[in-house]
């Protein structure tokens, strides 16, 4: 026996190509929807990892430092520090903004990070290019997403940074790239006002008679300056000693210290399934609907090629063809599509991915079932057209 | 009278039922010997149609008998219980138009019967391309149907109704769409193949041309079939 279904598409194979190239792209944009989500997810871990912590202690009852605002008092690293099974801690600040370089700005996440030597929690744990932050001051590195090079100079708020060092994948969970700086620069960035504000901060405290007393000649000098340091961060990354259970010892510094404390597992959760919650059902509502438009298309060529077929489906049960082999036929025809379909749909999503300004993971287990996917719904989408080709009357070949 | 070939016998066909029930067949007795050509003639909507769709298996007659090579096929009921293979195994068909399946070559339009029966496909072939020689097709073997003429495409269809040896053979308006010449040419194989393989035909035609032709006639008129002797014209 011949394959009527492969004569078929060998018959019409322009049509074929053409109309699973049609839906080639749309299969090629639902694996792209899928590796944006699984980029995103991605991201968050890639995050996680290069914060070099085993521990996130943030303001507590708050879900920081990512997902919410957290404030912590710059010298609590310290005492932290002095519990047991803690091996490092280091304060971190974290501030999403446009980081400026002359005409254009580009979006990062400006991370501020201790100084100390590399391998602290915070730093970034290996460049591409260049060295990490040795001065106080004004140095930057940052990730080669950012678009910059060494030597480039750019403006946060009032101060300029030159770029020391690169890095690559160094993303926060909404693939913005970061950028190192020291955290004093940092916390200044985050938390000073500008110099109206402190002007009219300094005359409003000059003004309250509180403060302005002239028994005590000092306190107003005290206040002041109080106001204008800034003693906050926003977490304290802790790497633990080995031999310690990242649970216990994020017990007693919670018990302790009245801190909010994340291990590893905690804080991609709460990355994955709240940060980036919202996202992914939206980028599932969206494969559901290119599922459903995939599903659709199919069922309508299938059926239309069908419709067409219908006096030649008449003389071939007439001649004694079974029902099996024309729905075998029409099944075969429909999977061949989707198969045309696939392979042109895998191709250009790895072909554009990289083009995407985020990251685009295309997971090979995800091609997996999106082509098991696509062999489901063809075959859920030829039933139309198997049905209308079953209710042929043989009697239609033989004129009225 | 004979053994082989067709005998049908108070045939009787009624589509519907109740006030819109159509008799399309009435009474309905045919004997066609194998080897023999005999022509059905009738006005529109005398039944001709429904006498081959009721002899070719895919509607069932409402009463009488119908006898395909030494086989009662129907009394009273189906006496057949796969008319799918019935139909491939026993029945030519020959349409009005030819019908060829667009997306297969000449050889496996035709050679589809015998794979559908089960035959190997080279096998299959090459009992097609036998055929071919006797119908002048020989050399359009491996063209698709598009590339051929009109009588081209209808000898090949004539393969396709013969090429399974089927006892019986069922041409509707197999010349309508073709010149004297060609319908003569047509009628002429038929008879050839008629008498070579032992297969007893019925061609219904209104088609003045090879009227002449048949040695023997049944009319149709309102369901009812009278048989005729015909002029016999020899025609070569
Ligand atoms: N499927 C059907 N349902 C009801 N009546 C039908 C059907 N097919 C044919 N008829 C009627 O049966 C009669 C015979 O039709 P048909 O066999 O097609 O005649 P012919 O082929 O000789 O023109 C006509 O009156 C026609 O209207
Ligand atoms: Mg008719």
Known sequence: ?????????????GKFVLTGLGLGLLIGVTLSMAGIYRGMVDDARALLDNSGADLWVVQKDTLGPYAEPSSLYDDLWRSIRGMPGVARAANVTYLTMQVRQGEWDVRAMVTGITAGEPGTPGWPPYLVAGRQITRGHYEAVADIATGFRLGDQFQIRRNHYTVVGLTRRMVSS?????????????????????????????????????????????????????????????????????????????????????????????????LVGKLIATSAKQIGMFLVILSVVSA???AFIIYTLTLGKIREIAVLKLIGTKNRTIAGMILQQAIALGLIGFVVGKITATLWAPIFPKYVLLEPLDSVRGFVAVVIICVLSSFIAIRAALKVDPAEAIGG | MIGKGIVIEGLKKRYGSGETAVDALKEVNMQVAPGEVVGLIGPSGSGKSTLLKCLGAVIEPTAGRMKLGDEIIYD??????????????????????????????????????????????????????????????????????SQLSGGEQQRVAIARGLVNRPPVILADEPTAPLDSERALAVIRILNDMAHRFETAIIVVTHDEKIIPTFKRIYHIRDGVTQEESGEGKDFQ
């Open chain 2, 76 to 145: 009273n009921g189906w006496k057949v219980k796969d008319l799918r293979a019935l139909r491939r195994d026993r029945i030519g068909f020959i349409f009005q138009a030819p019908y060829l399946i667009p997306f297969l070559d000449v050889t496996d339009n035709v050679a589809l019967l015998p794979m559908l029966a089960g035959k190997p496909n080279a096998e299959s072939r090459k009992q097609a391309v036998e055929l071919f020689k006797a119908l002048d097709v020989e050399h359009r073997a491996k063209a698709m149907p």
């Open chain 1, 1 to 13: 026996m011949i394959s009527l279904a492969g004569r078929d598409i060998m018959h019409a194979w």
């Open chain 1, 296 to 298: 659709a298309i199919v």
């Open chain 1, 174 to 270: 909404n693939g913005d790239p970061m950028i190192f700086i020291p955290l004093k620069d940092a916390s200044e960035a985050q938390f000073l006002k500008d110099n109206d504000a402190i002007h009219q901060q300094r005359r409003r405290t000059v003004e309250t008679p509180a403060f302005n007393r002239p028994g005590i000649p000092d306190l107003l000098d005290e206040v002041i300056a109080s106001q204008s340091t800034n003693p906050y961060v926003n977490a304290v990354l802790v790497q633990i000693k080995s031999g310690y259970v990242a649970s216990d010892v994020a017990d007693s510094i919670r018990r302790w210290q009245r801190l909010q404390v994340y291990d590893r597992i905690q804080m991609e959760q709460i």
